[in-house]
Each structure stands twice: as structure tokens, then as C-alpha cells.
């Protein structure tokens, strides 16, 4: 599987818009971004995926990159519930395994 | 839907002995995975199935661990004998077609303590 790189953590202030990068420079063309949070004493939660265009849920926006080598997960108005652990996980086509990795742990200033 | 079900959810046992996680995927998901999450190795994909048969079960850390799935509603995984560095948090997951559309769903999760 390609591997992503993420910041070991962020800070963002309560109510302001937060981005999440991540670097995945061998990517190939098949390779969903999936995004994919943990908060604390939970499982992992799915919180959105693409493949090449922007994409918008109730719960992020997910941008990607015009070389697919890097995206960035954004939350628009950051509350204190969205502190947790979130990972960025490149799924290929036909491959049901998801692998993550260390994430980016983010911290919400009230 | 009450999504991913998982049973007990904490469970404290003796070394030696037998321990075995339970798992109720959501209904109409025909794959399953568990996962296990240590703070060393972080999240860890033991075995999936799929429509109850065992497709990868590469993960799995030796012999001792095994996994079943009698029918598209019930997972097992089962330790014996369990051993202290078995001590994690285990996860079962649900998905429908392998998320490419709305993602895996996650249960709650087993606390695992083996003393």
C-alpha cells in the first residue's frame, strides 16, 4: 500500500475552520483518499473519501490536490468535539484492507 | 440502525486462559474485519471476511488467536491460552461494499487486560 504522511499533531482554536494535511506522494491512480477519525475511548469513525475531485459531507470537506499527491481534510467551524485522532488512508480499488498509520492527533482550544 | 455491536466491552483474565470477543456487524455489511490498537503498534488488522469466509487472515499474530464467523450476523475472536501482551483494545468492523462508499463501520470496541 502507498503510505501517507501526516503531522504528529495540530492545534486549533474552538469555532475556527481547521486543516488537516497529508502527503501521499506515490499514489497511484486507482487509490482512494480516505479519511477516518478516533475519538477518545472510540472506534474509528469514517469521516469522508475521494478519489480526484473536492468532495463535501455534513461532516468535512475533503480537497485534493490536482497531482493527487497530497490532500487536506477540512473541518469549517472546529468544535471541542472534534479533538481527536485522524488518520489519512489510501484504499486502492479491489483492496478491502484499510492500514492506518499514526495520524495527526488534534487538540481544540476552547 | 444500532450499528456494530461488541461484546463484553471490557474483560479482565488470568494468563493462560481462554478469552473470546463477540461481534454483530450491521445487518446487509458482508465484510468483517478486527482490528486490535496497542499504543507500540497503534491499529492493526488481524483477519476479514467476507460473506463469512475468512479472506486475510495475515494479521493474525500466531496460533493462539483465531477468528470465526458461523453466519453473516456473529464473529468470534478467540485467544487461548491469552497472554499479558495480548492486552489491547479490539475492534470488529462492518462494511458493505469495502468503502467505497460510505466507509467501515467501527463497534466500541473490547478492552482486553490480561493479567
Known amino acids: 500500500d502507498a503510505k501517507t504522511t501526516q503531522p504528529n499533531s495540530m492545534e486549533s482554536n474552538e469555532e475556527e475552520p481547521v486543516h488537516l494535511p497529508c502527503n501521499h506522494s506515490?499514489?497511484?491512480?486507482?487509490?482512494?483518499i480516505h479519511w477516518y477519525r478516533q475519538l477518545p475511548s472510540q472506534g474509528p469513525e469514517y469521516v469522508i473519501h475521494?478519489?480526484?475531485s473536492n468532495v463535501n459531507n455534513r461532516m468535512a470537506s475533503l480537497a485534493i490536490a490536482e497531482d493527487r499527491k497530497s490532500s487536506t481534510l477540512i473541518l469549517h467551524r472546529a468544535t471541542l468535539r472534534d479533538a481527536a485522532v485522524y488518520y489519512c488512508i489510501l484504499k486502492g480499488r479491489g483492496n478491502e484492507k484499510l492500514t492506518f498509520g499514526t495520524g495527526t492527533r488534534l487538540t481544540i482550544i476552547p | 440502525d444500532a450499528g456494530v455491536i461488541q461484546s463484553p466491552r471490557h474483560e479482565v483474565t488470568e494468563m493462560g486462559q481462554e478469552v473470546t470477543l463477540r461481534c454483530k456487524p450491521i445487518s446487509g455489511h458482508d465484510y468483517l474485519f478486527w482490528y486490535r490498537q496497542t499504543m507500540m503498534r497503534g491499529l492493526e488488522l488481524l483477519i476479514y471476511?467476507?460473506?463469512?469466509?475468512?479472506?486475510?487472515d495475515s494479521g493474525m499474530p500466531e496460533d493462539r488467536f483465531s477468528a470465526k464467523m458461523p453466519n453473516a450476523s456473529f464473529s468470534t475472536l478467540k485467544i487461548q491460552p491469552s497472554e499479558p501482551r495480548d492486552s489491547a483494545v479490539y475492534f470488529c468492523a462492518s462494511s458493505a461494499i469495502p468503502g467505497q462508499d460510505y466507509g467501515y463501520t467501527f463497534g466500541s470496541g473490547t478492552r482486553l487486560t490480561v493479567v
Open positions: 506515490t499514489i497511484s491512480g486507482t487509490d482512494y
Open positions: 475521494g478519489l480526484t
Open positions: 471476511f467476507n460473506n463469512n469466509v475468512p479472506i486475510d
